[in-house]
Nanobody, 120 residues
Framework: QVQLVESGGGSVQAGGSLRLACTVP????????MGWFRQTPGKEREWVAS???????DYTGSVKGRFTVSRDNAKNTLYLQMSSLKPEDTATYYC??????????????WGQGTQVTVSA
């Protein structure tokens, strides 16, 4: 049974920082692409960032330079460090995993989400 659990969400002022974490099963830490998505009411779920098993990462343009995705495979944990937060970053953030190690395939497993709220 696959279980992904996000944590670290909260409420911050614009310009502040948050660090999200996602715990995953060990086989996902070793073999899977992992990523972060976000969603707000009335909008489609948006891809934010992804990272390959050995650490290569990519970001959507709106967060590039502000967010950093990383993973600690020994701790079975995925992270999203968010800085210079903007009100438009407000969303429910989800971690996800894909069996394609190059991050080209469908994300198969999802967490339940953690809320991030950024006030102006």
């Amino acid at each position: 049974q696959v279980q992904l659990v996000e944590s670290g969400g909260g409420s911050v002022q614009a310009g502040g920082s948050l660090r999200l974490a996602c715990t995953v099963p060990g086989y996902i830490s070793i073999n899977y692409c992992m990523g972060w998505f976000r969603q707000t009411p009335g909008k489609e779920r948006e891809w934010v960032a992804s990272i390959r098993p050995r650490g290569s990462s990519d970001y959507t343009g709106s967060v590039k330079g502000r967010f950093t995705v990383s993973r600690d495979n020994a701790k079975n944990t995925l992270y999203l460090q968010m800085s210079s937060l903007k009100p438009e970053d407000t969303a429910t953030y989800y971690c996800a995993a894909a069996s394609d190690i190059l991050c080209r395939g469908k994300f198969d497993y999802w967490g339940q989400g953690t809320q991030v709220t950024v006030s102006a």
